[in-house]
């Protein structure tokens, strides 16, 4: 359980990261909001990964490359499943897009995410 919780505190921590830098690149550095938005989601995506080997998962000592690559292609599912989620909310159901990005990101982090991280990418 423990576990389970450092996951979700190292996922909010990352998120916060992924918001500030998102704001500070378009309102300090002058950015486009799109490529503030990728630098900022990278930057989230990298805090969660450090957090996750060096914290969460305890798993400093195995090989980084390795599970630098597996934490890539769950990213890239986690975004297939965000994106996908909210089309299907949004669109489909009509939930108010703010909430389902609230929903849909709560659900695959609790799941897809915390699941693959502890049993794939650091295992």
Do not use: P
Not at 26 to 55: C, D, H, K, P
């Amino acid at each position: 359980m423990l576990t389970f919780l450092k996951a979700q505190a190292a996922s909010l921590i990352a998120s916060l990261i992924d918001f500030l830098v998102t704001v500070l690149a378009v309102e300090v550095l002058g950015m486009v909001y799109v490529a503030a938005t990728v630098t900022g989601n990278i930057s989230g995506g990298v805090s969660n990964f450090l957090l996750g080997r060096q914290w969460v998962f305890d798993a400093a000592d195995k090989q980084a490359k390795k599970q630098a690559f597996r934490y890539l292609l769950v990213w890239c599912g986690n975004l297939a499943l965000n994106a996908g989620g909210m089309y299907l909310l949004a669109d489909y159901w009509h939930v108010n897009y703010a909430l389902s990005k609230v929903l849909v990101s709560v659900l695959v982090g609790i799941s897809y995410n915390y699941l693959l991280q502890k049993t794939y990418v650091f295992s």
